[in-house]
């Protein structure tokens, strides 16, 4: 197999690349963060502009490429700590409407959405489900032809800037039953939606989504009634990719500051990258980064497998063996740093938040593990 870029993807990766680094700084990323909004519309859609906002939508509503084309983006996100809501909108939201939505919510949704005028978030988590896909207690009663939905979402990543929601809800069923399982698509303006929004540990904005006798009409649905849990789970896989591929361009721009740092870094007035002990760390943390990259590149060309089986535990493999280099990356990184390291002035600490909160973003580490164990028994 080819695992060489095509001209095209190398172009987007270095445009992307060259943007953030020039237009997203660190001091200007840390004013985005502490706005009453939490983040940048002028951004935002200039993210749109660029067309990374329509990766793997229909070209007939604005977009283009596909997963390979959105991870390239996604890392050098992740390079640039980019809090606006890149996986939560144009990867969960966006998908979940590309792969289920019918062709009225296609058209009213997706040129908004690849044009960055809309935001649109999934809303599947609870309180009590842990990593579990498939415990929905929140309800959606059909009523005078259309539904009645109640329950609360928890942890929705970029519920305070979203436009709608598409709202996983139980229609049949026992709370942890795998059918009975519907996709729902909310406008935020729909009388008894509520978000209690919060700021994350990397600073991005999240929060849980309150849902107090919701009036849909019968289009609201997405898909087929009662099974929604496969398109749920191929939602979060795909997810997990891109986040995978945010975490590898965070764990890059640490290792290259370390680098630089210990260069610099002086004791016994020689740079502190002279000293073996410290070269051997640089080399792991290498080894670390290269593995990882290869990891995100497996997990991309799994991402649309035809045997959801195959992808789920090619992607599980991914999330679970990335997030332990992750951590160890970050770790190494602010060690190597020392006490400066941790200080909000130094952008090293930010990293280790954001490569801190991925390892436990749509699923842990641990949770991966035991899944990828648990459908290679069944392969």
Same mark, same amino acid.
């Given at each position: 197999?080819?695992?060489?870029?095509s001209?095209?993807?190398?172009?987007?990766?270095?445009?992307?690349?060259?943007f953030?680094?020039t237009?997203?700084?660190?001091d200007?990323?840390?004013q985005?963060?502490?706005?009453?909004s939490?983040?940048?519309?002028?951004?935002?859609q200039?993210?749109?502009e660029?067309?990374?906002?329509?990766?793997?939508?229909?070209e007939?509503?604005?977009g283009?490429?596909?997963?390979?084309?959105?991870?390239?983006?996604a890392?050098?996100m992740?390079?640039?700590?980019?809090?606006e809501?890149?996986?939560?909108?144009?990867?969960?939201?966006a998908?979940?409407?590309?792969?289920?939505?019918?062709?009225?919510q296609?058209?009213?949704?997706?040129?908004?959405? !690849?044009? /960055?005028?809309?935001?649109? +978030?999934?809303?599947? $988590?609870? =309180? #009590?489900? *842990?990593?579990?896909l @498939?415990?929905?207690?929140?309800?959606?009663?059909?009523?005078?032809?259309?539904?009645?939905?109640?329950?609360r979402?928890?942890?929705?990543l970029?519920?305070?800037? !979203?436009? /709608?929601?598409?709202v996983? +809800?139980?229609?049949? $069923?026992? =709370? #942890?039953? *795998?059918?009975?399982? @519907?996709?729902?698509?909310?406008?935020?303006?729909t009388?008894?939606?509520?978000?209690?929004?919060?700021?994350?540990?990397?600073?991005?904005r999240a929060?849980?989504l309150?849902?107090?006798?919701?009036?849909?009409?019968a289009d609201?649905?997405?898909?087929?009634?009662?099974?929604?849990?496969?398109?749920?789970?191929?939602?979060?896989?795909?997810g997990i990719?891109?986040a995978?591929?945010?975490?590898?361009?965070?764990m890059?721009?640490?290792?290259?500051?370390?680098?630089?740092?210990?260069?610099?870094?002086?004791?016994?007035?020689?740079?502190i990258?002279?000293f073996q002990?410290i070269?051997?760390?640089?080399?792991?943390m290498?080894?670390?980064?290269?593995?990882?990259?290869?990891?995100?590149l497996?997990?991309?060309?799994h991402?649309?497998?035809?045997?959801?089986?195959?992808?789920?535990?090619a992607v599980?493999?991914?999330?679970?063996?990335?997030?332990?280099?992750?951590?160890?990356v970050?770790?190494?990184?602010v060690?190597?740093?020392?006490?400066v390291?941790?200080?909000?002035e130094?952008?090293?600490?930010h990293?280790?938040?954001?490569?801190?909160?991925?390892?436990n973003?749509?699923g842990?580490?641990?949770?991966?593990?035991?899944?990828?164990?648990?459908?290679?028994?069944?392969?």
């Amino acid at each position: 197999m080819n695992f060489d870029l095509s001209e095209e993807q190398k172009m987007l990766r270095d445009a992307a690349q060259k943007f953030l680094r020039t237009e997203y700084r660190f001091d200007a990323r840390n004013q985005i963060v502490a706005s009453a909004s939490g983040m940048s519309r002028e951004h935002w859609q200039r993210f749109g502009e660029f067309g990374w906002l329509g990766l793997g939508l229909p070209e007939a509503h604005g977009g283009f490429g596909g997963v390979v084309e959105l991870i390239q983006i996604a890392e050098a996100m992740g390079a640039a700590l980019v809090v606006e809501p890149y996986l939560a909108s144009t990867v969960l939201g966006a998908q979940a409407l590309t792969r289920a939505g019918s062709a009225a919510q296609q058209a009213a949704w997706l040129p908004g959405l !690849a044009s /960055g005028q809309r935001i649109l +978030a999934l809303a599947h $988590g609870e =309180a #009590d489900a *842990r990593h579990e896909l @498939s415990y929905v207690i929140t309800r959606a009663t059909a009523k005078d032809g259309g539904w009645l939905l109640s329950g609360r979402k928890s942890g929705v990543l970029g519920a305070p800037w !979203a436009d /709608g929601f598409v709202v996983v +809800a139980r229609t049949s $069923g026992a =709370a #942890d039953e *795998r059918q009975g399982i @519907s996709l729902f698509l909310v406008s935020a303006k729909t009388p008894g939606v509520q978000v209690a929004g919060y700021r994350s540990y990397d600073g991005s904005r999240a929060g849980d989504l309150i849902l107090e006798q919701v009036v849909l009409g019968a289009d609201a649905l997405l898909g087929t009634e009662g099974e929604g849990l496969g398109l749920l789970e191929h939602l979060v896989d795909l997810g997990i990719v891109a986040a995978c591929a945010d975490a590898l361009g965070a764990m890059g721009a640490l290792l290259r500051k370390t680098g630089e740092y210990v260069s610099t870094r002086k004791q016994f007035d020689v740079p502190i990258a002279s000293f073996q002990v410290i070269q051997h760390r640089l080399v792991d943390m290498f080894a670390a980064v290269e593995a990882s990259r290869s990891l995100v590149l497996m997990a991309a060309l799994h991402a649309d497998h035809a045997d959801a089986a195959t992808r789920s535990r090619a992607v599980s493999a991914a999330k679970s063996a990335i997030g332990e280099r992750a951590r160890y990356v970050a770790q190494q990184a602010v060690q190597l740093h020392g006490g400066v390291g941790m200080t909000d002035e130094l952008d090293i600490g930010h990293y280790f938040r954001r490569l801190t909160l991925f390892c436990n973003l749509l699923g842990s580490t641990d949770h991966h593990l035991q899944r990828f164990a648990a459908l290679r028994a069944e392969a």
